[in-house]
């Protein structure tokens, strides 16, 4: 599976950006968001499962950023909403064999990652 990302970039605080997550081999894997901030270990953002019926969310996220995928694309998003500087990070796209899954370990394929910062 190879898992490319996209739509990242310099966003002002407060305003929105999506990402995109271009998946290619099986499209019913878990599909996560992580992030990592300079200095930081990457942690987790956010995961969906491969029908695209549950979600989950790291709890400093869940009421401003939404993951979902539309499968006949094999593709998963991130709407980022309310950006603060503190979600400046690089973010990477992952997939899991897994139901759910909420750590690295549990992924088994990563993207390359996009750049995201908020700034003014």
């Known amino acids: 599976v190879e898992l490319v990302e996209a739509g990242g970039g310099l966003v002002q605080p407060g305003g929105s950006l999506r990402l995109s997550c271009a998946a290619s081999?099986?499209?019913?894997?878990?599909m996560g968001w992580f992030r990592q901030a300079p200095g930081n270990a990457r942690r987790f953002v956010a995961g969906?499962?491969?029908?695209?019926?549950?979600?989950w969310y790291e709890s400093r996220v869940g009421d401003r950023f939404n993951i979902s995928r539309d499968n006949a694309r094999n593709t998963a998003y991130l709407q980022m909403n309310g950006l603060k500087v503190e979600d400046t990070a690089i973010y990477y796209c992952?997939?899991?064999?897994?139901?759910?899954?909420?750590?690295?370990?549990?992924?088994?394929?990563w993207g390359q990652g996009t750049q995201v910062t908020v700034s003014s």
């Open positions: 969906i499962n491969g029908f695209g019926d549950r979600s």
């Open positions: 081999g099986s499209t019913f894997f878990t």
């Open positions: 992952a997939a899991s064999r897994k139901r759910v899954a909420t750590v690295d370990e549990q992924y088994e394929y």
